[in-house]
């Protein structure tokens, strides 16, 4: 490969909460507790990756760093149409323009905006469960109630919607206010076509707006496709609120910067006075540079890489979990780089609580996550963007000393 994914990071000290956070106490979220002596720890809790990123962006910062004025400034056209090449390219996505495109701090950032202008507190919002972690956050403290329609397993494993279910839901609390997940987080679901399709025309039918995070739209696993949710009807194009990011991708949350495409002029006036109000939601200068750093045609092949590792080790844990880890259900992840273990028949087969077997990998190395949070009391979320060695290690050690 040209780049490199393979080589372990010191990120100790380097302002990376995955691996600092470990043992420590923090007041946004359960850390992992510090391993056994002996054990050296592995994050794979926190969603961001272990490898170094494409070249591109530390040179485009750097550069613009050269320069020793850093004072207002506006988007420039290069930043803008970096987006809309890298959505033609990759999404397939025609009759993009930059005044559908605008700035968000955050994906999360976006989702408060929509929840503000388009909801009143005590009113609830459809989800699906499980749910990413930072949704419920945000509809906790807007004072929104999350209304969660389950995600279902098929006859195959696969990960599905109740579309039945979702239609009920929105009727009987009048909700016109949707968060969608796409790809899904933290199932790893890559929807298709025609799934998108019907989620779509089931939020038509109730007059409900869509927001939808598309934030892990790049990483995409043994060939999977991602369709954008504005493609699929006009309706769809018209209704949905979509928020994208290199962070994920590229591993910037650090950075900050994320923006949303939104193609109704009304959606997207209420979205924009929703968020200038609080003063925040303004672009950093070096965040812009590394955005049009990583859409460069490096970050292309870069991300291609990526997707290639990322497959690998997916598929490599799956098999391993599936034969060595017994009364553990999981279901392969088509995008993401994470994996959602279900632990239920294991735990009661044992006589243990998911809380004892979390402590268990936490105690050799292994700093996987809580499902509870995503709404699975027996859930454990597993990062597997590390080095392949890693990925092996952890789970050896889960194999000798956990399961």
């Known amino acids: 490969m040209k780049y490199d994914f393979t080589t372990i990071m010191d990120?100790?000290?380097?302002d990376a909460i995955a691996v600092d956070a470990i043992g420590a106490d923090v007041s946004w979220a359960i850390a992992p507790g510090a391993p056994r002596d002996g054990f050296t720890a592995i994050p794979m809790w926190v969603a961001d990756m272990n490898f170094a990123t494409v070249p591109t962006i530390p040179e485009a910062v750097i550069e613009r760093v050269k320069h020793p004025a850093y004072g207002y400034f506006a988007p420039t056209d290069e930043y803008f149409n970096s987006?809309?090449?890298w959505h033609e390219r990759r999404n397939h996505v025609t009759g993009l323009d930059k005044k559908y495109i605008g700035y968000e701090n955050g994906v999360l950032g976006c989702v408060c905006s929509a929840i503000q202008a388009f909801t009143a507190p005590g009113e609830k919002i459809l989800l699906h469960s499980p749910t990413y972690i930072g949704f419920t956050h945000s509809l906790e403290d807007t004072g929104r109630v999350a209304e969660l329609?389950?995600?279902?397993?098929d006859e195959e494993g696969v990960w599905r919607m109740d579309y039945d279910d979702m239609d009920d839901r929105l009727k009987k609390n009048h909700i016109h206010l949707a968060v969608f997940c796409s790809p899904h987080n933290p199932c790893g679901r890559v929807w298709e076509r025609w799934e998108i399709e019907r989620a779509m025309e089931v939020y038509r039918k109730n007059d409900c707006i869509v927001v939808s995070d598309e934030i892990w739209s790049d990483i995409l696993l043994n060939g999977s496709t991602h369709t954008p949710t504005q493609s699929v009807s006009e309706d769809a194009r018209q209704r949905t609120i979509a928020v994208y990011a290199p962070s994920?991708?590229?591993?910037?949350?650090?950075?900050i910067g994320s923006y949303h495409i939104i193609y109704s002029d009304y959606l997207r006036d209420r979205i924009r006075r929703t968020a200038a109000v609080s003063h925040y939601n303004d672009m950093n200068v070096l965040s812009m540079h590394a955005l049009i750093g990583a859409y460069k045609p490096e970050g292309y092949e870069w991300v291609d890489e990526l997707c290639s590792v990322l497959s690998g080790n997916i598929n490599y844990a799956y098999d391993f979990i599936t034969e060595h880890f017994p009364g553990i259900s999981v279901a392969k992840p088509q995008g993401t780089y994470m994996m959602f273990l279900h632990c239920e028949e294991f735990c009661r087969k044992e006589g243990i609580t998911i809380d004892e077997l979390i402590k268990r990998g936490w105690d050799v190395g292994v700093a996987w996550q809580q499902g509870a949070p995503f709404h699975d009391p027996w859930g454990i979320r597993m990062n597997f963007a590390l080095p392949h060695s890693l990925v092996a290690e952890a789970l050896d050690r889960l194999k000798k000393y956990v399961f």
């Open 248 to 255: 994920k991708t590229f591993n910037l949350a650090g950075l």
């Open 11 to 14: 990120r100790h000290g380097k």
């Open 149 to 153: 329609s389950p995600l279902f397993r």
């Open 83 to 85: 987006i809309i090449r």
